[in-house]
């Protein structure tokens, strides 16, 4: 009697990467079920909950966090043993973190996936861009990118790059005023601007009506114009999929010639399930799904799971400008500075990349004026002049992955499942302090050049909410956790949908490449199963 089974394929998060996966499959005629811990909230529910919060600056303020499946602003949910307090905005719910990010969608270059061959630091990928090229284009137009075809990304000056198979899906969006005056004034001191490539709608597009403006991408696009992970949550479910929220997986088992058979999952009543499936995928973000093979066993005989922590640690600089530039106008994020993407440099220091922030500034403005003790009428001027002129500048460094960055299951805590947080041990490298002074050195001209009076350089080091390396992608099994393929090299069923598997972080956010990589594996198994 031949095997049965709950599904083809059980995929663990409901997040970008993990309902991609889960629509690929479905759409090819697979069975396959969605685990999620959190719930499924609808998007006017969110936007009702951020215009009655009072903690605005708090992007995981509008969401839920149940007792048993915590955001990561909450103070249980993770506990920091290094010196770096690493407290990344990721969510449990229906979608995932691309609830409330920025959307930035850019592509690896070539020589972001050969770091050590190049300059003899870090590692290199398993695979070259060529082979996640087509993948990329998929993901790209499963997002809906608006981008720029003429752009060197690289920063070198050049003409398009990195190589492209087609066009961006869509068209890019209008230079705000604030990027058009930037541009302008620091462009001819050598700074090269870069458009951001974005998961935005320029126009309708997959159900996704037009951007128009509102600025508050974070911590929710209130008309679902910035792409979010739910979009294909409910392709994947119109697709055949099955959605099962409040679905915590726990464990992994294992069977015969070392495959996964089940996993386990736990409900908010205590009431245990399991299912078996011919293949599975760890969809949950860069944090949770070492932890979950470290608790299970499994996937884990080179040690490098929940080693090798990246994120794109970075620094900030806010200053005002000596004319009005207005930011607040569209989108929050738009592009900007590489001139340190790639270069011989790469093997002293990280590389860099200078964003301009696009965010109404009133509440920050707001809350320093009234530190400094303005009321009244004085309040309300200075707040028009000085939300008119402010430049926010956020930074980001390459980091490089070192097995003593770590995350590790909390032996001290345990959420209402009786499950165990988490414990990260995090610092900042000399690889990336190496870049800091030319950072201070790029603040320094942007302020001259700009008229400035800084208001804010001393911010230290930051998070990114990039997660990278924790289950690290290689070509040898005695030194990574999965293959080229995104598979375990120990069970050959089991699939990682994360950007943890990402070897090299480079200076651009991962998600992209997230997607991608979930899309090239989800075809992978597909051609598997037959």
Same mark, same amino acid.
């Given at each position: 009697m031949?095997q049965?089974?709950d599904?083809d394929?059980?995929?663990?998060?409901? *997040?970008a990467?993990g309902s991609?996966?889960?629509?690929?499959?479905?759409r090819?005629?697979?069975s396959?079920?969605?685990? !999620?811990?959190?719930?499924?909230?609808?998007?006017? /529910?969110?936007?009702?909950?951020?215009?009655?919060?009072?903690?605005k600056?708090?992007?995981?303020?509008?969401?839920?966090?149940?007792?048993?499946?915590?955001?990561?602003?909450?103070?249980?949910?993770? !506990?920091n #043993?290094g #010196?770096?307090d690493?407290?990344p905005?990721?969510? /449990?719910?229906?979608?995932g973190?691309?609830?409330?990010?920025?959307s930035?969608?850019?592509?690896y270059?070539?020589?972001?996936?050969?770091?050590?061959?190049?300059?003899?630091?870090?590692r290199?990928w398993?695979?070259? %861009?060529?082979?996640?090229?087509?993948?990329?284009?998929k993901?790209?137009?499963?997002?809906?990118?608006?981008?720029?075809?003429?752009d060197?990304q690289?920063g070198?000056?050049g003409?398009?790059?990195?190589?492209?198979?087609?066009?961006?899906?869509?068209?890019?969006?209008?230079e705000? %005023?604030?990027?058009q005056r930037?541009?302008?004034r620091l462009?001819? =001191?050598?700074?090269?601007?870069?458009?951001e490539?974005n998961g935005?709608?320029?126009?309708p597009?997959?159900?996704?009506?037009?951007?128009?403006?509102?600025?508050?991408?974070m911590?929710?696009?209130?008309?679902g114009?910035?792409y979010?992970?739910?979009?294909h949550?409910?392709?994947?479910?119109?697709? *055949?999929?099955? +959605?099962l929220?409040?679905?915590?997986?726990?464990? @992994?088992?294992?069977?015969?010639?070392? /495959?996964?058979?089940?996993?386990?999952?736990?409900?908010? /009543?205590?009431?245990?399930?399991?299912?078996?499936?011919?293949?599975?995928?760890?969809?949950?973000?860069?944090?949770?799904?070492?932890?979950? +093979?470290?608790? #299970?066993?499994?996937?884990?005989?080179?040690?490098q799971v929940?080693?090798n922590?990246?994120?794109?640690?970075?620094?900030?600089?806010?200053? +005002?400008?000596?004319?009005?530039?207005?930011?607040?106008?569209g989108?929050?994020?738009?592009?900007g500075?590489f001139?340190?993407?790639?270069?011989e440099f790469?093997?002293d220091?990280?590389a860099?990349?200078?964003?301009?922030s696009?965010?109404v500034?009133n509440?920050?403005?707001? !809350?320093?004026?009234?530190?400094q003790?303005l009321?009244?009428?004085?309040?309300?001027?200075?707040i028009?002049?000085q939300?008119?002129?402010?430049?926010?500048i956020?930074t &980001?460094?390459?980091?490089l992955?070192?097995a003593t960055n770590?995350?590790?299951p909390?032996?001290?805590?345990?959420?209402?499942l009786?499950i165990?947080?988490?414990?990260?041990?995090y610092e900042?490298d000399?690889?990336?302090?190496?870049?800091?002074?030319?950072v !201070?050195?790029?603040y320094?001209?942007?302020?001259?050049l700009?008229?400035?009076?800084?208001?804010?350089?001393?911010t230290?080091?930051?998070?990114?909410?990039?997660l990278?390396g924790?289950?690290?992608m *290689? #070509?040898n099994?005695?030194?990574?956790? &999965?293959?080229?393929?995104?598979r375990?090299?120990?069970?050959?069923n089991?699939? @990682?949908?994360?950007?943890?598997v990402i070897p090299?972080?480079g200076?651009?956010n991962?998600?992209l490449t997230?997607v =991608? @990589?979930?899309?090239?594996l989800?075809e992978i198994? =597909?051609r598997e199963?037959g």
């Amino acid at each position: 009697m031949s095997q049965q089974y709950d599904a083809d394929v059980l995929v663990i998060g409901s *997040g970008a990467l993990g309902s991609n996966a889960a629509t690929t499959l479905a759409r090819m005629g697979k069975s396959v079920i969605i685990l !999620e811990a959190g719930v499924k909230i609808p998007r006017w /529910k969110i936007v009702e909950n951020f215009r009655n919060s009072p903690k605005k600056g708090n992007y995981n303020s509008p969401y839920p966090n149940e007792p048993w499946a915590h955001h990561s602003y909450d103070e249980q949910y993770i !506990e920091n #043993s290094g #010196s770096f307090d690493f407290r990344p905005g990721m969510l /449990k719910l229906v979608g995932g973190t691309t609830w409330h990010w920025a959307s930035a969608c850019w592509r690896y270059l070539p020589n972001d996936m050969k770091l050590n061959s190049l300059y003899g630091v870090g590692r290199d990928w398993p695979i070259e %861009y060529s082979d996640l090229e087509p993948y990329y284009q998929k993901a790209e137009e499963a997002l809906g990118v608006c981008g720029s075809d003429s752009d060197d990304q690289s920063g070198q000056g050049g003409s398009h790059f990195p190589p492209r198979s087609k066009p961006y899906p869509m068209e890019p969006e209008g230079e705000t %005023y604030l990027f058009q005056r930037l541009k302008r004034r620091l462009g001819p =001191a050598g700074f090269r601007f870069i458009h951001e490539p974005n998961g935005r709608a320029t126009r309708p597009y997959d159900g996704r009506p037009a951007c128009s403006g509102n600025n508050n991408c974070m911590p929710v696009c209130p008309i679902g114009a910035m792409y979010s992970g739910d979009k294909h949550a409910q392709h994947a479910e119109d697709a *055949g999929a099955r +959605l099962l929220t409040d679905a915590t997986a726990w464990k @992994l088992e294992t069977g015969l010639h070392g /495959k996964i058979v089940a996993v386990h999952v736990r409900s908010s /009543k205590g009431i245990d399930t399991r299912l078996t499936a011919k293949y599975f995928i760890v969809a949950a973000h860069g944090l949770e799904t070492p932890k979950l +093979l470290l608790l #299970s066993d499994v996937a884990n005989s080179s040690d490098q799971v929940g080693r090798n922590l990246m994120d794109h640690t970075g620094m900030g600089l806010q200053f +005002l400008a000596d004319e009005p530039l207005w930011p607040g106008r569209g989108a929050v994020q738009q592009g900007g500075i590489f001139n340190y993407r790639d270069g011989e440099f790469r093997k002293d220091h990280a590389a860099i990349k200078h964003t301009t922030s696009n965010q109404v500034p009133n509440r920050a403005v707001t !809350e320093r004026l009234i530190a400094q003790g303005l009321t009244g009428k004085a309040l309300d001027e200075q707040i028009r002049h000085q939300a008119a002129r402010w430049v926010d500048i956020s930074t &980001v460094f390459e980091m490089l992955p070192h097995a003593t960055n770590t995350v590790r299951p909390s032996a001290t805590r345990r959420d209402a499942l009786g499950i165990p947080m988490l414990t990260v041990h995090y610092e900042v490298d000399d690889y990336v302090k190496a870049g800091k002074s030319v950072v !201070e050195a790029d603040y320094r001209r942007f302020v001259s050049l700009m008229g400035g009076e800084v208001v804010n350089d001393n911010t230290g080091w930051q998070n990114r909410d990039h997660l990278m390396g924790t289950v690290i992608m *290689g #070509s040898n099994p005695r030194d990574s956790v &999965v293959n080229h393929e995104c598979r375990s090299w120990d069970h050959s069923n089991l699939f @990682l949908a994360t950007t943890g598997v990402i070897p090299a972080s480079g200076v651009i956010n991962p998600t992209l490449t997230g997607v =991608a @990589l979930s899309i090239r594996l989800a075809e992978i198994i =597909a051609r598997e199963i037959g």
